[in-house]
């Protein structure tokens, strides 16, 4: 279609006003779009922080990403500018160990060398643990053999090395053995924590554009940590200073950035909150309402009134083989199994089961829990039957309510969790 201009025709423009910026916009006869700018009646200041919201947030930025990802941002910039200036103080630290004196630059060019060798026996190991990453990765990225605690302790390690330089290369190699652990769990849990932002089918975006931002703020570190490296931080003494403040501000940082995310995929210790807030309250929770509520301490699940599940454990370990087919008859089509215990519920999935089978099986196994405490004559196939239909009753809008929240019901992350298959 021709959109140029025609002979006693108007031109075809108009104008539009976003952020105290008006610009026109205008057909040009050989039907390109022209953008001019007619009035921004912006400060100078914030005209600057809207080109660099363009280069280092994604497009759309706020409407294209979820609640909570502006105060993410802001403590990784923190982070990463507090971890650049660790490694450069470490460094020379390795050096001054081995006997070495060089300037800050030096150590700063030498620290980009330092990430192999025994980061890769590090990287080896951890990489077994992708399975419990994906499940909570929020966790797996502040603490457990995390991340940033364990780039820390490789730090720590380092800037300890002039102190006892006859274990020079004991040092290094466990401080380098600590940071290539520290590399794959942050790597792993990356894509994770994006797709929790991404809103529109933009976790390209995110990023290219989180990837920028990071590589921005590890140049200001480096430069943070050549200035400290040459003034307060010379001597080990200024380092054994610093060092430790860095390092708080770096893993409260992280922490920050992690209680900001909300993670939308259900795994064992969300499905029981999602849960017990349904039950409790009537309402169904978001990721958003659910991110500052979360352990990343301790792998603590709700326990109240969600019949204390346990799930991913051996078939065999929680199921007489008598007991197998029985459990089987009483949920015919389901995907899960239930074993009603004295302390807690026993749920084994099967090999393809979704999300939306867990939830079922969570909320069969929090009514039967119900029933189980308000009445001690029924027996325990009763129980099972009669929370079975009340689960039937309610999952239709419960699961509408979870996807309209954001929820991805379509998978359950376990963990390493055990599942069968007949």
């Known amino acids: 279609m021709d959109m140029g201009k025609k002979e006693g025709e108007a031109p075809v423009l108009w104008f539009e006003t976003s952020d105290s910026v008006c610009c026109q916009h205008q057909f040009e006869p050989d039907g390109r779009l022209s953008v001019v ?138 401080g380098n053995f600590a940071k290539g652990m520290a590399v794959v769990a942050a790597r792993a849990t990356r894509l994770p924590i994006y797709s929790s932002f991404a809103k529109e089918g933009n976790l390209s975006d995110l990023f290219a554009k989180g990837e920028a931002f990071s590589t921005l703020f590890n140049v200001v570190g480096i430069g943070v940590g050549i200035q400290l490296a040459s003034t307060i931080c010379a001597s080990i003494q200024g380092k054994l200073v610093a060092g430790p403040l860095l390092s708080i501000i770096h893993l409260y940082s992280v922490s920050e950035e992690m209680r900001a995310t909300p993670i939308n995929t259900l795994n064992p210790r969300r499905t029981a909150m999602v849960v017990a807030d349904f039950l409790k309250a009537g309402i169904v929770s978001s990721p958003a309402d659910l991110r500052y509520r979360e352990n990343l301490l301790f792998n603590v699940q709700v326990k109240e009134d969600t019949g204390n599940v346990r799930v991913g454990k051996n078939v065999h370990k929680v199921i007489k083989p008598s007991r197998l087919l029985e459990l089987k008859q009483v949920f015919p089509e389901e995907k899960f199994l239930l074993n009603l215990g004295n302390k807690c519920i026993d749920m084994v999935l099967e090999q393809d089961a979704s999300g939306e089978d867990a939830l079922r099986g969570w909320l069969v196994a929090a009514y039967a829990a119900r029933t189980e405490s308000s009445s001690h004559e029924l027996s325990a196939t009763s129980v099972l039957h009669e929370a079975y239909e009340k689960m039937n009753g309610v999952f239709p809008v419960f699961l509408r309510e979870l996807q309209n929240k954001g929820w991805h019901t379509d998978r359950f992350l376990d963990g390493t969790g055990s599942r069968f298959s007949f």
């Open 37 to 174: 700018i007619v009035d921004d009646s912006r400060p100078l200041y914030q005209r600057m922080a809207g080109s660099f919201m363009n280069k280092f947030f994604p497009s759309g930025y706020p409407y294209s990403v979820n609640e909570g990802y502006l105060r993410y941002t802001q403590f990784r910039a923190l982070q990463h500018v507090t971890s650049a200036a660790l490694s450069v103080l470490s460094t020379q630290s390795l050096l001054f160990a081995a006997g070495l004196r060089p300037t800050p630059a030096q150590a700063t060019a030498v620290s980009w060398i330092l990430k192999d060798g025994m980061q890769h026996v590090g990287k080896l190991i951890c990489s077994n643990w992708g399975a419990r990453m994906d499940s909570e990765p929020k966790r797996w990225r502040l603490l457990g053999w995390a991340a940033d605690v364990l780039y820390d302790i490789g730090i720590g390690l380092e800037v300890l090395s002039p102190l006892c330089p006859h274990l020079f290369l004991e040092m290094a190699g466990l």
